[in-house]
């Protein structure tokens, strides 16, 4: 069991930074943001539904312990699904063009031409650039890329933000259904709870969608933080199941409006042969941050109760302001050329 989910997390992990990377390269500048958000959207329909899904196959009265198993099989049938969706997409012209593959970034540029009624110039290709963008797209040369000053800092910026914002928005699931316990709620009633609160995943996505065209990312970024953070405090501080499960909803929709954002702000701040690499590097200090999370928030819960736990959460998302505060660029109405210079 351990060694299966070992591999479905390799195989669940690599999608999202290719994801984020390939969003921001097919989609225009003006409405970047705003598309995306959009996107996460639909797919965070699902969190609330795999919640109340669990809760009705988990129940006593339909498959209680077992229903587990089935809630996997059908996360199994859902990602074939994705699978074979994903064979009609195309591929990025933008990272095609940066690896060198000019025909093929030519036929990729006119599909997505031909699917948006627009007209495309005739592109004339030089050769030495192809060569000179084929050797770009080695993996010693992307990292090299990285080494530049401004990429340097971005990807510290990066890997601090990552290292601590997982804290705000992972800690809650690990710590929710274990405060409601603590207040007497059944394992049942907390799982309905926390089903309720997941109801913030879609919403939240939507919310961020008119605010992305509204405000920068960086201030988006900002005041979700501190809304995730207050929140939190008032999670732990309630003093009743039911303000305890309004403040877990405002949580999960300040995570969200969160989340849309740092999926679409990483993806821009760094070139295109290097953005996967940037963005999985991201990703993967992320992961480690999330395995270790309930070895830290855990014990101080047992030892001094939710409002010592959520402290940390806080603290933690303002040690991850900060790097956005202090070394973030500004990313929102510039293309990916005017943000990232060669």
Known sequence: MVVIRAIAGIGLGAPYPVADSYLQEILPKLHRGWLASWAYTI??????????????????????????????????????????????????????????????????????????EVRVDPIRIDHRVVSSAAKKGSLSARWQQLRKPMYAKRLAMLSTFHLFQTFGYYGFSVLSTLVLLSHGETTQNSLLFTALALLGYPTGSLISTPLIQAFSRRVLLIGSMAAMALSGLGFALGPSSTLIIAFGFLIVLANNVFSNVYHIYQAEIFPTEARVTAVGWGYSVSRLSTAALPFVLLPVLDNWGPPAAFSIVAAALLIACSSIVLFGPKTANRSLAEINPS
């Open 43 to 116: 797919s965070f329909l699902a969190v609330p539904f795999v919640g109340f899904l669990a809760l009705g196959l988990t129940s006593p009265q339909n498959l209680g312990d077992n229903g587990w198993r089935w809630l996997l099989v059908l996360g199994g049938l859902g990602g074939l699904l994705a699978l074979f969706v994903k064979g009609s997409l195309i591929e990025s012209p933008r990272w095609l063009a940066a690896m060198g593959r000019w025909d093929e970034a030519k036929i990729a540029l006119t599909a997505f031409a031909e699917g948006a």
